[in-house]
Structures are given as structure tokens and as C-alpha cells.
């Protein structure tokens, strides 16, 4: 397994749910961080120098994915992994009449993590074991209703973008997993009623599956990992 030690991860939506849950995790395993949010203020981990800075980055704002990497860069000096959690749900329903829900979906589920990925790429081929860790969703796997069309497409093209990582950085010891996880009790789902003898995990499980991700040698890639809080056909 790789040590964490010395190895610096850059984990975006680290403001609450999955990112906030990665990134107190990594701090603990002995990673350096770069943490980033909209608004990094919101961001409840204090500075700390040379082992975690706070960044700006949006993923519908094209210019803040080669901020956030500059800035990084020029803290540490090296990149070895990216944690791509942001994401937003608005549905996209089959029978509905407008497009902006599905444009917003894909422009922060996929293209906003695109441009990241670009930019992030060369210090992770230099790392030699770079690692890219797709925060996508079981939607990316199976569509469940036709109101959620627009989430599931974009979750789609979320797996794709991993699939792609992984063929062009392979050479270059770039190793690239999509998590992919059920139900999880953040904000996203706060309003969603589980039926009875179901549950919703909690995010320190799937930020406890992301570091196992990163911490995976260049002689064990995992394309992708599922991880659900209740029985069903897994294809």
C-alpha cells in the first residue's frame, strides 16, 4: 500500500458530507491537503502550513480549476491525488419541458471534474503514482426512475471520464476509481424518505472507501467501487 506520508491530495466539495468526512480522514492518515469549496470559508478545518490549505473552486467557473492547481503547486510543490466530489442533483425529468436542470448537472457532474482532471494530470503523471478518485453514484450504474434521467446521464458521463483517466495515464502509473455509493445521509438527500428496514449510510463510510482508493499500489488498479446500504441485483 502506498504511505500516505508526504503524499498531497487536492479533495473538492470538502465543505460538508463526503468531502468534509475525506478530508478530516486524510488529515488523520497523515496526508497533506489541498481542501477546496465555492466558498473555502465554509470549510470547518483551520490552515495548517505546509499540510493543509483552504481553495476556491467551482466547477461551473472555468478558470478556478487552474487556480486551485496553481495555487496547490505552489504550496507543495507536487500533486499525487484528487478527490472529485462535488455535485449537484436536480432531478432531469424524461417528461418535462425544460433543459436547464440537465445542463447544470453536466456542467458541475462532469464538465467542471473534465476540466479538473485537465489540468491536474501533468503533476500527476510526474507523481508516478498518481491517483484519481470519481466520487459518481449508483445512478451512474443503473437508472432507477425516469424523474432522475438527467442526474443518471450525467452520473454516466461521470463513469466514462474515469474509464478515460485510466486509459491515458495508465503508462504513467495514473490509476483512476469511480466510487460510486448509494443512499449517504448528506444534504443532498436530506429531504429523501427511506422506506422502512432501509437506511442511509454515513458519509465516514464512503470517505473510508476513497482512502482505501488512494492508499492502492500501481499493481492493484480498481476501475470502480459500489458501495450500497440495501439488497439489489448489482448487474
Partial sequence: MLDAKNRVI?????????????????IKKGYL????????????????????????????????????????????????????????????????????????????????????????????RKSGSGRIVNVVSLAGKRPRKSKMLGYSASKFAAMSLTNAIRLSG??????????CPGMVKT??????????GHFKMEPEVIAQTIAYALSLPNSAAVAE???????EDMF
Fill in 10 to 26: 487536492m479533495v473538492s466539495g470538502a465543505n460538508r458530507g463526503i468531502g468534509l468526512a475525506t478530508a478530516e480522514l486524510l
Fill in 33 to 124: 491537503v489541498s481542501l477546496a469549496a465555492r466558498n473555502p470559508d465554509e470549510i470547518p478545518i483551520q490552515n495548517e502550513i505546509g499540510k493543509v490549505i483552504k481553495c476556491k473552486w467551482d466547477a461551473k467557473k472555468k478558470t478556478t480549476s487552474k487556480n486551485w492547481v496553481n495555487e496547490t503547486l505552489s504550496i507543495f510543490n507536487k500533486l499525487d491525488g484528487v478527490v472529485m466530489n462535488a455535485g449537484v442533483e436536480l432531478g432531469g425529468d424524461l417528461d418535462g419541458d425544460t433543459e436547464e436542470e440537465f445542463d447544470e448537472m453536466f456542467e458541475v457532474n462532469f464538465k467542471g471534474p473534465l476540466r479538473l482532471v485537465r489540468e491536474t494530470l501533468p503533476a500527476l
Fill in 170 to 179: 495508465w503508462d504513467d502509473g495514473v490509476r483512476a476509481t469511480s466510487v
Fill in 187 to 196: 444534504r443532498m438527500t436530506e429531504e429523501v424518505v427511506v422506506p422502512d
Fill in 225 to 231: 467501487i459500489l458501495v450500497n446500504s440495501r439488497l
